[in-house]
């Protein structure tokens, strides 16, 4: 199994600034990896797909990156709206995701 | 507009069957694959089984396989998952999503709202 792991478990940031989420593959997957926000009480939202590509509606603040073993997730400037739980994914082997990066408003 | 619908979930004892159903509307069905995922209380997501988009391929992740059977009626726009021999584990809300190729991956795009399964005694 590809294990994903991802740091921080908790983002906590005030609105306007930059944050960094990363996503560790314990296997290469490629660019084949996704990312996913969910908002509490929702189901998740695809934001990212094959590393680096913005799904359709998804702002242009999202940005990802990364390929092989080592993924990160940009968001350039925090909103209120931006408060969510992020997941990475990977399609190279089946599907796995990642243990998710809690992002709050400090 | 896309419509995924599961139901089908509720209260069960360890040991004991269940199975969900979720009702697709607002795209083709037979022409996408589709997927399970759960997320177990407070946790984080978990992919469970998918399958083709004319039945004939299938998959399982290793918690679930041999207990779990992914299954769909293209004339009726409906995705199931039979589970058996349910385990406390097993307890979580359960996703139905369709999958996309919008690049040169499969990804989880359309998601229900989930329908929550408890496994206790």
């Known amino acids: 199994e590809n294990v994903l792991t991802q740091s921080p478990a908790t983002l906590s940031l005030s609105a306007g600034e930059r944050a960094t989420l990363s996503c560790r593959a314990s296997?290469?997957?490629?660019?084949?990896l996704a990312w996913y926000q969910q908002k509490p009480g929702q189901a998740p939202r695809l934001l990212i797909y094959?590393?680096?590509n913005r799904a359709t509606g998804i702002p242009a603040r999202f940005t990802g990156g990364g390929s092989g073993t080592d993924f990160t997730l940009t968001i350039s400037s925090l909103e209120a709206e931006d408060v969510a739980v992020y997941f990475c994914?990977?399609?190279?082997?089946?599907?796995?995701f990642g243990q998710g990066t809690k992002v709050e408003l400090k | 507009e896309v419509q995924l619908l599961e139901s089908g979930g509720g209260l069960v004892q360890p040991g004991e069957p269940l199975r969900l159903s979720c009702a697709a509307s607002?795209?083709?069905?037979?022409?996408?694959?589709m997927s399970w995922v759960r997320q177990a209380p407070g946790k984080g997501l978990e992919w469970v089984s998918s399958?083709?988009?004319?039945?004939?391929?299938?998959y399982y992740a290793e918690s679930v396989k041999g207990r779990v059977t992914i299954s769909r009626d293209n004339s009726k726009n409906m995705l199931y998952l039979q589970m058996n021999r349910l385990r406390a584990e097993d307890t979580g809300v359960y996703y139905c999503?369709?999958?996309?190729?919008?690049?040169?991956?499969?990804?989880?795009?359309?998601w229900g709202q989930g329908t929550l399964v408890s496994v206790s005694s």
């Open positions: 999503a369709n999958l996309i190729t919008p690049g040169h991956s499969m990804y989880f795009h359309h």
């Open positions: 607002g795209f083709t069905f037979s022409s996408y694959a």
């Open positions: 399958i083709g988009g004319y039945g004939s391929d299938t």
């Open positions: 296997q290469s997957v490629g660019t084949s």
């Open positions: 094959d590393a680096s």
């Open positions: 994914q990977q399609r190279n082997n089946l599907w796995t």
